[in-house]
């Protein structure tokens, strides 16, 4: 992985040893599911995940709907990039929703 700063990373990573990651419910570029795909993609990047898996099923939802690849996005949070700029990224890079992309 290019660009790693696993260092920036262990700062935002929740412990999931011992906290659950975010509801699915709560968004992160007006997305559900991406804020905990989030929270996992980071805890598992240094190995603080405990029992969660990132790309399990429930993630899948969310890089479906958006057309994202997984492993792009965990390539990008592997740079230690901030919440904020996570929801930068996936503007950017999400295919627009289906009843939008009716009116293009």
Known sequence: MPNQNLDSVRELAPDLRVHEPRSPHETLAGHEFAARALDKCRASLVGLNGDYEFN????????????????????????????????????????????????L
Do not use: M
């Open 56 to 103: 399990c099923p429930l993630d899948q939802r969310f890089f479906r709907s958006t057309r994202i690849n997984a492993k792009a996005f965990r390539d990008f949070v592997a740079t230690g990039a901030t919440d904020e700029e996570v929801s930068e990224w996936i503007e950017l890079r999400s295919a627009p929703s289906h009843s939008y992309a009716r009116y």
